[in-house]
């Protein structure tokens, strides 16, 4: 049977995804998918599909469709990729702003979700999500997953304990901020 723990934290999980689905975008980012792809391509730009679709746990052929509807809406271009074979993928400067624009929102929703706690309390919540995070980090590609709408920055800066799993490196400290 499910403890109280348990229930909480898959309570405030659908809090934070409700949210973020619901955010008003454009039509092509009207699934979860679509905005996740759009990320990624910002946080590895110039990457094939093939790598973009592990970032976002998709098949080929629907990783496909993603990006064509990206393309379409003009969020996402195409370029030569490394061989004759491979297509790179780069936000256009329209795709740029809305993914800055999601990434705002996400943001602000989990500061005023955070925000309501001391800083004993945010010390105690960042060095269980650490623990959590790295004993849960399966593979590189469960990596790329768990980070897909990362704003990667402060993460790397203090040690991202996804990232330092994923590279066999030992648990991070918390950041002390």
Same mark, same amino acid.
């Given at each position: ?34 905005? %996740? ?17 592990? %970032? ?5 052929? %629907? ?26 993928? %780069? ?87």
């Amino acid at each position: 049977m499910t403890q109280r723990t348990e229930n909480l934290l898959g309570v405030l999980a659908l809090l934070v995804t409700d949210e973020m689905n619901a955010q008003p975008t454009v039509a092509a980012l009207a699934g979860p998918t679509a905005r %996740a792809m759009l990320n990624a391509i910002g946080q590895y730009p110039d990457s094939s599909i093939e790598v973009l679709r592990e %970032a976002v746990d998709l098949s080929h052929p %629907a990783a496909v469709r993603a990006v064509a509807g990206l393309v379409d809406a003009g969020l996402v271009e195409k370029k030569s990729g490394t061989d004759k074979r491979s297509v790179a993928l %780069a936000l256009t400067a329209s795709g740029k702003r809305e993914a800055k624009r999601l990434q705002t929102a996400r943001d602000q929703m989990l500061q005023r979700i955070v925000g309501q706690l001391d800083e004993g309390e945010r010390a105690v919540l960042e060095s269980l999500l650490i623990k959590i995070l790295w004993n849960e980090t399966r593979d590189p590609a469960h990596a790329m997953q768990l980070c897909r709408l990362c704003d990667d920055g402060p993460c790397l800066k203090a040690g991202c304990p996804v990232e330092c799993r994923e590279q066999g490196l030992p648990m991070p400290a918390r950041s002390g901020t």
